[in-house]
């Protein structure tokens, strides 16, 4: 058995960023992970002289006063190399008008907003208003869903005038703010903002919260922004690993936890894992999960018997979106050039894909070369419901019309591929443990964001939730918030109280 005072299951962007944090505040903190290498859904992996992002491919928070940055500056570790995205996204309703560029600058965009949705300005007025209370808000560090009295007090520290005021809105969602501002039938606009919802909340105008959706809608422009990490998103795993390292994090790679249990002799939380040869047993007073927390129906079997009602409510969490995603690689000059390094057009085969390219030198792709990700929303029953052949037929299919689509969208001729292949939620399952591959946390809608969600307390002491499914949701710039916020929780259990970054 080996000791240690706190265990982290997970070595993706939150459990990387909780075991830094921890570690460097003077604590022994052990790391385990299932896979050869950290990162989860903001990892990568190579195919011949390429490397693909598995799914995350930008990154918010770099800027100064960004979370990334924050916490890198505590840390006391390099910055990974980035670049902003200006424009963030070209977006293409392929409806016969010109695609919208995502602009940086916010006269280019404010500009932008009337070119293409005339008469919208009151809606993006009030989305900016909120989202800047929003930012305020999330810089003073509050602690969302409230289960005692510390976490209640950190809310009302948080809290400014402006909060009070845009808390009005905590049960609306964006197709509210649009039907106050007199555009609940602007067809456009709403299909805009259903593409891009769905990448941020994973729901659309009608159940996207109204201040989770004015904020995902606001990050692309200054002083925020949306970064594009060199060589990949690799890099910003392997920075917090450098401040592991430092600290003597215990990291573990290749095992695979198989039970959770408390154990009442020793008065600590028992991990039992396993490797391919050997079975590890891990005892903590204290334990971070980073996997969705509907992963604790397996891990957390015994326990759960003794708390129905939160098996209950892990039971009845929403079903999150699996993912298709097509990797490929062609030769620069095959593919038209585009001023983004993303690009989301409407489809009428799959509703929308959502297109990464990499820069050239950017260290994804030999030099003239680029790699191209494109990737779609699916239910992962199915997938999971299929029989071998009719699996493999059905991933053929996809791969072809999804080839298809970006050759008719990018004027890319079908000979010049270099590479491709496709990944579904088996895949996504076996790459990162996530039940049934599902990826990005719970939708955001009213009933399940902010104070109405899942809380990183769980009902049982010393067990912690963290992760895309906890406050303030996904993205690695979500998952790091929720890492600071449960190392507050867990430092005030301590004692220490008065710990912000």
């Known amino acids: 058995m080996r000791k240690s005072e706190i265990v982290v299951v997970g070595a993706g962007i939150a459990g990387l960023t909780s075991a830094a944090i921890l570690s460097k505040q003077g604590f022994s903190v052990t790391l385990i992970e299932s896979h050869t290498q950290s990162g989860g859904c ?14 995350a491919t930008q990154v918010a928070g770099l800027e100064k006063g960004g979370i990334h940055s924050r916490i890198f500056d505590f840390l006391d570790i390099p910055y990974p190399e980035a670049t902003i995205l200006d424009p963030a996204c070209i977006v293409d309703l392929n409806d016969g008008s010109k695609p919208i560029p995502i602009w940086y600058e916010n006269s280019k965009w404010l500009t932008e907003q009337e070119i293409q949705f005339p ?13 800047q209370s929003n930012w305020i808000f999330a810089k003073n560090n509050p602690v969302l869903p409230i289960s005692n009295f510390w976490d209640f007090s950190q809310l009302l520290k948080a809290l400014v005038p402006s909060n009070f005021v845009t808390g009005i809105l905590l049960k609306s969602t964006i197709f509210d703010l649009l039907r106050i501002c007199g555009l609940s039938k602007n067809e456009r606009l709403i299909k ?17 919260a109204a ?5 995902v809608l606001q990050m692309c422009q200054k002083p925020h922004g949306l970064w594009h990490l060199k060589k990949s998103m690799q890099s910003l795993s392997e920075a917090l690993e450098s401040s592991l390292r430092k600290t ?11 039970s959770i249990n408390f154990d009442d002799v020793n008065k600590c939380w028992k991990v039992s894992a396993n490797s391919r040869e050997n079975s590890f047993t891990y005892l903590s007073k204290d334990l971070i999960y980073t996997p969705p927390p509907q992963s604790l129906l397996k891990h957390l079997k015994d326990p759960l018997k003794r708390k129905q009602s939160y098996k209950n409510r892990l039971n009845n969490l929403p079903a999150p979106s699996g993912a298709v995603v097509f990797y490929s690689a062609l030769k620069k000059e095959h593919i038209k050039n585009i001023s983004s390094n993303h690009y989301q057009f409407v489809s009428n085969e799959f509703g929308s894909l959502f297109v990464s390219i990499s820069e050239d030198g950017d260290g994804r792709a030999p030099k003239g070369e680029v790699t191209l990700i494109a990737s779609i929303f699916t239910k992962t029953k199915d997938w999971f419901d299929l029989d071998n052949q009719n699996y493999l037929k059905k991933k053929k299919d996809f791969m072809k019309k999804i080839s ?5 969208q990018f004027d ?8 491709k292949e496709l990944a579904t939620p088996l895949g996504f399952e076996k790459w990162t443990n996530r039940p049934n591959g599902i990826v990005g946390g719970l939708g955001q809608n009213p009933e399940i964001f ?26 690695t710039a979500g998952v790091s918030e929720s890492a600071l916020m449960v190392s507050r929780q867990i430092l005030a259990s301590k004692g220490i109280e008065n710990f912000n970054l």
């Not at 298809?404 to 008719?408: I, K, N, V, Y």
């Not at 890319?412 to 590479?419: F, K, M, Q």
Request: with cysteine; net charge negative.
């Open 211 to 215: 201040l989770y959706g004015s904020t």
């Open 404 to 408: 298809l689509e970006l050759e008719s």
């Open 192 to 208: 805009f903002l259903n593409l891009q919802l769905k990448l941020y909340s994973q729901e659309d105008v009608h159940n996207t």
């Open 119 to 131: 008469g919208s300005r009151k809606f993006w007025q009030l989305c900016t208003l909120i989202h």
């Open 412 to 419: 890319i001729d079908s000979e010049n591929w270099l590479h």
């Open 248 to 258: 003597g994090v215990n990291l573990i790679f290749g095992q695979k936890v198989n």
């Open 450 to 475: 902010g104070l109405f969600g899942l809380s990183s307390r769980t009902p049982f002491e010393g067990l912690w939730l963290c992760g895309d499914s906890i406050y303030p949701g996904e993205g």
């Open 42 to 55: 903001a990892g990568t992996f190579k195919r011949k002289n390429y490397i693909f992002d598995v799914g």
